[in-house]
DNA sequence: CCCATTTGACCCTT
DNA sequence: AAGGGTCAAATGGG
């Protein structure tokens, strides 16, 4: 039940209050795509700009609401949440849903990139860092086992998995990024993450 | 001043 | 009605 990789066909529900009920089912399928990580992924590659932030009656935390920086002026779609899931060895969760249509360029074909060993990666207009983190996974995982956990969006058996997201990480950061370091985020995230003080 | 975050209201789905 | 997601005005920092 870790990155829980599913569709949600349901026709935004964002945008549905624009044009009030047209629901049912369009083409709409945003992929949902979540990632949990010990500190809060607040350095992904992309720009994100922060738009809400409420409680979840479930978790004891707050879940932060954010859209790609450029989703004005690219029109891009992408969003992203995320929440803290768990206390003791903090887990957070990012949530991806949508896609960088902004970024479409380096979107082509990632297990292309992947296995001639390319470069997918483009610091053209990103301040930050790498693009495209986690969703050229989207594709694969797909087709993939989608069986573990459907809709079981809960985070209930977490406490012995944990480790196992550890290691899952580190080995899948390294696997998209192979010019960083696995431990590249790891840095980063030690000092620009700050749950408690600041 | 400009722009990103904050924050509560608003809206949609269940 | 409750819970979750988004809007948008106010706020604060650069």
Redesign the pocket.
């Known amino acids: 039940m870790f990155h829980g990789a599913d569709k949600a066909c349901?026709?935004?529900?964002?945008?549905?209050?624009k044009s009030?009920?047209n629901?049912s089912n369009e083409e709409e399928c945003l992929e949902q795509y979540s990632h949990d990580s010990p500190t809060p992924l607040l350095n992904d590659g992309f720009s994100?700009?922060?738009?809400?932030?409420?409680?979840?009656?479930?978790s004891s935390h707050q879940?932060?609401?954010?859209?790609c920086?450029y989703a004005k002026d690219r029109n891009c779609n992408a969003?992203k949440?995320e929440q803290q899931i768990q206390d003791s060895p903090s887990v957070y969760r990012t949530t991806y849903?949508g896609k960088h249509i902004c970024d479409v360029n380096v979107f082509s074909e990632p297990d292309d990139d992947i296995a001639n060993g390319s470069k997918m990666i483009r610091f053209d207009k990103m301040d930050q860092a790498m693009p495209d983190s986690v969703m050229p996974r989207l594709a694969p995982v797909e087709q993939q086992a989608i069986t573990i956990e459907e809709d079981t969006d809960q985070i209930m058996n977490l406490e012995f998995d944990i480790n196992e997201f550890l290691v899952d990480d580190d080995q899948l950061w390294e696997y998209q990024f192979p010019s960083f370091s696995p431990g590249f985020l790891d840095d980063l995230s030690e000092f620009d993450h700050n749950p408690f003080l600041v």
């Open positions: 349901k026709a935004t529900p964002g945008t549905a209050r009030s009920k629901n994100w700009r922060k738009y809400g932030q409420k409680k979840i009656k479930a879940r932060c609401y954010y859209r920086a969003k949440r849903v």
